[in-house]
């Protein structure tokens, strides 16, 4: 896992195109929240999600392998079990990074990514972390645990 400053301000600078897998359409969702933070910020959010035809404005994808054009960062919110298959898809489609949410944790995953070259960040929030090295920590949400990939109890 890389998490240092310095490569996680790389990632955000480099990866623009965002594929969030797990994305939920319910603006009260963790999922939904941190991608409408990242498309107000620039960033080109992919939904992936087949329950869903479109959300935040974007065609929604059933899958990685779906998406027509390149992604630069693979998001995933979902549960550390459907997580290895997904990094597998990850690498199929040639994605530069792969983020793992705040309370993920998958090695195999890592593992996975990292052995294809691939940056591999986990437990750690793609919105936090913006906020926290550009400059948006007046954004709500930041330390209140709005925002984990765990759906609430």
Request: with cysteine; aromatic share 10%; hydrophobic share 40%.
């Amino acid at each position: 896992m890389q998490d240092d400053i310095p490569t996680l301000r790389r990632i955000l600078k480099q990866c623009r195109t965002i594929a969030v897998v797990g994305l939920s359409a319910e603006w009260h969702r963790p999922s939904f929240f941190a991608a409408k933070y990242l498309q107000d910020h620039g960033y080109r959010v992919v939904p992936v999600n087949p329950k869903y035809p479109q959300i935040l404005g974007e065609t929604s994808y059933a899958r990685l392998e779906d998406i027509p054009f390149p992604v630069d960062m693979v998001d995933v919110f979902r549960k550390e079990a459907d997580i290895p298959p997904i990094a597998q898809s990850a690498v199929a489609i040639g994605a530069k990074c792969f983020w793992q949410q705040l309370g993920l944790r998958s090695e195999a995953a890592d593992r996975t990514v990292t052995a294809a070259g691939m940056d591999s960040v986990w437990d750690r929030c793609v919105k936090i972390e913006h906020a926290r090295l550009f400059g948006g920590l007046n954004w709500a949400g930041v330390n209140t645990r709005i925002i984990s990939a765990h759906r609430p109890q």
